[in-house]
Every structure is written in C-alpha cells, then in structure tokens.
C-alpha cells in the first residue's frame, strides 16, 4: 500500500508544471511509496504534453484529461484515483519545500490521523513571504475537528495545508462542489466537523504564489457574480450542517453563525458596489431558493448579529418588488 497520493489538478500551467511535480521527488520519498496524480481539465496549452514528458521518467505519475470542469471536479477525479494511505492536494503553481514533506508524512502515520496541517508560505506579488503559524496549536497535542472550529485555531481555507486520511475520507463520501469558486471552504468546513485524529506539524512545506489576476481579483461581471453565489452556496451548506444529528449542539450553533456572517458579507457586498451583473432581485431568490431565510439566529460578531433582520427586511422587499 502506498503512503501518499499527492493530487495535482492542472489548467493551463505549462509554466509552472514542471516546477511543482519536480518538487514532489525532493522530498526524501521513495517512488514506490507516493504516486503523483495530475489531472488537465481541459487544458488550452500544452500543459498535457508537458506533464505527459514529466511522466516519462517517472513510474509513480498518473496523468488524467477531462473537459473543462473546474479545480473540483478535477480533485474529485483525483481522490476516485488515488490508492495512497494519505492525500495531498497541491496546486499546479504552487510547489513543495524541498526535503519538508517526509517528517510530516511520519508523524501523520504515527498517530494515524485524520487530518495533519503544515505550515504554509505565501509568496505576494510584490516578492515578499508570509509563512502562516498556528498560533493557538500546541503540536504536542492531538485534536478534534470540532475544538478547532470551536476555538478558531486555523483559518478554514486551502486544503492545500494538510494531508488527509484516505480511509477517513472515503469512510464520509467527502468530496468537493463542482460549480462554485471557494470549493476548499465548503469542503474544509464540512471535513473538519468529522474529523477526530488532527494535529500539528511544526515544519513548514508548501509554497503558494499569490497571483493578483486569479479568480478572486477579476472585474469579469461573471465570474464576480459567481463568488457571489459560490458564498450562498457555501452559507447553505452551513446551514444544512446545522440541522444534521451528527454534531453536537455548540457545533450546530457555530455552523450557523458562520452560515449567517456569510450571508451578510453577501448582501453587504452587493448593496457597497452597486452592481449590475446582480440584481438584487435575483440575489434575493437565488437566497431564498436556497433556503436561507428567514435569517435566525446569531452571526460570528455581536454588531453583524444585529445587523442580520435587516437581510429578512430587504429579501422582502425585494422579493415583492417588481422589478
């Protein structure tokens, strides 16, 4: 059984593909003990040839195409593939600090986890690097899901920062939207709910490369309003996590919270730039279509808690209005 699958989804890196799977062999493993899944999604570059060279010298390389469906589908494509104890998830752009993996990869077999972060460092566009430090974590200590959520030891975001348990995955049917930007939030919210066997390695392995033109910095009307959905998309799963008999209540409540805080950056959002790609009017179906409303309970803040009837007030409006 192989110890580690390291899932790479691929769209039009050319550039940068090389880089990052070269990265994967510095890290003191043996071949016959990781693979490397690169899946193009539907790549308009050469990307595919690129990898396909990369894999020539390799026999630990598994190389996937499918049409253009998104940094999801092509994880899901990944994890349906990967046959490894653990899964690692990096990006196309990003790549591993050399010799940082292997330790990591020992202590997360020792404890049998569920989920064991790293730490990160981000490269900005001006060339400056943050490493991110888990403040709050003592790497001694074995945690749940549920504690870390509860007291915000780690900002909910990348799945790049971890490796996860196969078998823990596969046990829940975890896997990410297809449709929706900000796919690592949802599924990092609904993974770490579940999640019992977490801790946390003090060795920093991944380098991410800030890019001011990704999908969260566009001005396209589109793929702006689609950050907006996605955002309604991930506060409906929230919501739907609160209702669910496998958390407890304190986590119930936090979902809701997060679901609610959400939704009002959302409309606040909406209202602040005046958009046109958006109608309120359609913002406000899409919410309630989704079932967000009426909006209850509490938000992560005291002043946005107060500020959530005026979203009940404004959905209404706006849904009996006639334009």
Known sequence: MLSLSIIIPMYNASSYITRCVESCYCQ???????EIIVIDDGSSDNSFEVA?????????????????????????LGLANASGNFIMFVDSDDFLLPNSLSPVLRRTQMFNCDISFYKME???????????????????????????????????????????????????????????????????????????????NDNCVYHYCW??????????????????????????????????NDFSLPLKKFYVSVSNSLLLSSVLSLLRHNTNFYSKKDFFLDVYHLGLLPVLGRARSHKSTLLLPFINFLALFYLLSKK
């Open 28 to 34: 003191g493993l043996d071949e016959t003990d990781f």
């Open 52 to 76: 396909k060279k990369i894999s020539d010298d390799h026999s630990n390389i598994k190389i996937f195409h499918q049409e253009n469906n998104g940094q999801g589908s092509a994880r899901n």
């Open 122 to 200: 981000a490269e900005k566009s001006n060339g400056d690097v943050v490493v991110n430090h888990f403040k709050q974590a003592d790497y001694h200590k074995k945690y749940t899901g549920e504690y870390i959520l509860l007291h915000n030891i780690v900002i909910v975001g990348s799945v790049c920062s971890a490796l996860y348990s196969r078998v823990f995955l596969s046990k829940h049917s975890f896997r990410f939207f297809t449709d929706i930007k900000h796919e690592d939030v949802a599924f990092s919210y609904e993974v770490l709910g579940k999640a019992e066997r977490i801790v946390f």
């Open 211 to 244: 890019y001011p033109n990704s999908t969260d910095h566009t001005k396209n009307p589109q793929k702006r309003k689609l950050l907006i959905y996605s955002d309604l998309r991930i506060s409906c799963l929230l919501k739907n996590l609160s209702k669910s």
